[in-house]
């Protein structure tokens, strides 16, 4: 069985361009250019929903360029959506070795092994397995609400470490036919800030790109900062907060977006190092230079307590960090 987890389909609406409505409220600087009309695209991009909205005065171009970027998520899907059979995750995943991989797979991956080192293994992308278990589990009548046996939960993380990844230019190996990967807490991240990169290449410099992640190019045309809001755990009706966005990303994670068990306690976001559900925090978002760092950030703050978050953060300049704790307090680093 495939675990689907969808994690951010209640963090795309909690993370997402809530900041059109939050920011009309607020008037244009003295001097700012006009208001130019928006031209926004609304899809899916790796199971979750995705947004692009950008501003310029020739509506023609800039909808063939949205046209291009359309284009551009659909082959980055196929080579890491865990959901379509011939994408090369898929491919890598049943038959443990891909070879000539290509030059996004390769810097992915490497990226994610290099994060997965500097957290100390809270975010791996070898957790799948655990996953499955997970799903399989919860997936069978009168499953016990605590999740899998522990024993079933040892042996699955036989199979987790991204020590057992083999990367090269020529091939990409996993050191178990068992074990497999997801990209749910990076590849979000990195299409976003690809797309936002597909358009700083076509001229744009009012960009707002959503695609599971936030990332800005530039500030709002009229002169402000693009406002992103981030709505409450549960009640999506509520906000959160909201960020200021100026060529910067936003990335949200949370256990309550994907419950497993009735009382939410346990959920999608596992610590590949004990196999359980971390329950620290009830939401983490990180804004940092791109959505790529952004995305495994709030995915590996968190599994990790608030007070091993700065550490981590000092990696990366500029990145900063909003934490919902368990207690409903938000913390700021």
């Not at 008037?27 to 995705?50: K, M, Q």
């Not at 936002?196 to 960009?207: D, I, Y």
């Not at 709002?220 to 909201?242: C, F, Q, Y």
């Amino acid at each position: 069985m495939t675990l689907r987890i969808t994690r951010r389909r209640m963090i795309t609406i909690a993370a997402a361009f809530a900041g059109t409505a939050i920011a009309g409220g607020v008037s244009a600087p003295a001097g700012a250019t006009a208001f130019r009309t928006p031209n926004i695209w609304r899809g899916i991009a790796l199971g979750a929903e995705a947004q692009i909205q950008l501003h310029h005065e020739d509506a023609n171009f800039a909808a063939v360029q949205i046209g291009e970027c359309v284009s551009e998520i659909s082959r980055l899907e196929n080579l890491f959506s865990l959901y379509r059979e011939s994408s090369t995750l898929s491919r890598l995943n049943s038959s443990s070795e891909f070879h000539k991989p290509g030059i996004e797979m390769i810097e992915l991956l490497s990226k994610a092994k290099s994060f997965s080192e500097l957290t100390g293994g809270a975010f791996d992308v070898t957790v799948q397995p655990l996953w499955q278990l997970y799903a399989e589990h919860f997936s069978t009548p009168g499953a016990d609400p605590n999740g899998p046996a522990q024993d079933q939960i040892s042996a699955a993380l036989d199979l987790v470490g991204s020590d057992k990844i083999s990367i090269s230019t020529t091939r990409i190996g996993l050191a178990s036919p068992a074990m497999a990967l997801t990209l749910n807490g990076i590849a979000q991240g990195y299409v976003t800030e690809k797309i936002t990169a597909l358009l700083r290449r076509a001229g744009f410099s009012n960009v707002l790109v959503h695609m599971g992640e936030s990332q800005a190019l530039g500030g709002h045309p009229d002169g402000r900062p693009w406002m992103v809001g981030i709505k409450a755990p549960v009640d999506a009706e509520n906000l959160l907060t909201s960020v200021p966005l100026n060529n910067e990303a936003l990335a949200t994670s949370g256990g309550y977006g994907s419950p497993l068990s009735a009382d939410g306690r346990v959920h999608h976001l596992l610590d590949p190092r004990t196999g359980r559900s971390a329950n620290h925090h009830r939401s983490v978002s990180v804004v940092a230079s791109g959505a790529t760092n952004a995305d495994m950030l709030a995915t590996a703050l968190s599994i990790m307590p608030t007070n091993q978050a700065p550490n981590i953060l000092a990696h990366f300049a500029g990145a900063r960090a909003i934490i919902l704790t368990s207690d409903n307090e938000i913390v700021r680093l």
